[in-house]
């Protein structure tokens, strides 16, 4: 004789299952998933279902929970029944919008990146990093943030392009900056692409 197994409260990594039975006789229930004995619950004689909670499972996977009836005085199997069960998935994290400088950055002009605007930019490629899933060089982070009232340094400069750079962009970063030399639009737009590409 089949089972009915129900299951409730899926979530990404869990689910309970419960089966109803007759509750004639005393009775175990053995409980599977994916053919390997998860949990033994015995029933008194009168009691009419059994459940079963599964933790720890990975998001997005379907599984097969069966459950094995056994009967007491003397010991027989009675029945059993099995289903599916999908776990939710994982939700998609949400990529970030694109960056765009709010001065003007472009060749021939000179460029006025404030320290906020800079480290804003430091942001949304931390963003990005949380997004793919990258964790950063805090050295590389340390660098590469600016100050209020000072000039940026190749250093920070060449920070920004390493950090950028593991995000594995697909429009590859701008040449190192050496130092001494001026930092130009053509360097500064292309962290903004590089960092654009990322998907």
């Not at 089966?19 to 029933?43: E, F, I, K, R």
């Not at 279902?49 to 094995?68: E, H, I, K, Q, R």
């Amino acid at each position: 004789m089949a089972l009915s197994v129900t299951v409730s409260s899926i979530t990404k990594t869990s689910f309970r299952a419960r089966v109803q039975t007759s509750g004639a006789v005393p009775m175990q229930h053995n409980w599977y998933l994916d053919g390997a004995l998860c949990d033994t619950v015995q029933t008194a004689e009168g009691e009419m279902s059994s459940s079963c909670s599964f933790s720890g499972l990975d998001p997005g996977t379907t599984y097969d929970v069966m459950v094995a009836v056994y009967a007491f005085n003397p010991w027989r199997y009675l029945a059993r029944g099995s289903r599916s069960v999908t776990t939710e998935e994982e939700p998609r994290p949400v990529r970030p919008n694109d960056w765009s400088w709010w001065s003007a950055v472009s060749a021939g002009r000179a460029m006025k990146l404030t320290a906020s605007e800079w480290n804003a930019f430091l942001s949304r490629v931390q963003e990005f990093a949380d997004y793919k899933g990258v964790s950063l060089s805090s050295s590389s982070l340390s660098s590469a943030i600016a100050a209020r009232g000072t000039t940026m340094r190749a250093s920070q400069a060449n920070a920004a392009r390493s950090l950028v750079n593991q995000l594995s962009p697909r429009v590859g970063v701008p040449y190192a900056v050496s130092a001494g030399d001026a930092i130009t639009a053509s360097f500064i737009n292309g962290l903004k692409d590089a960092l654009n590409s990322v998907w």
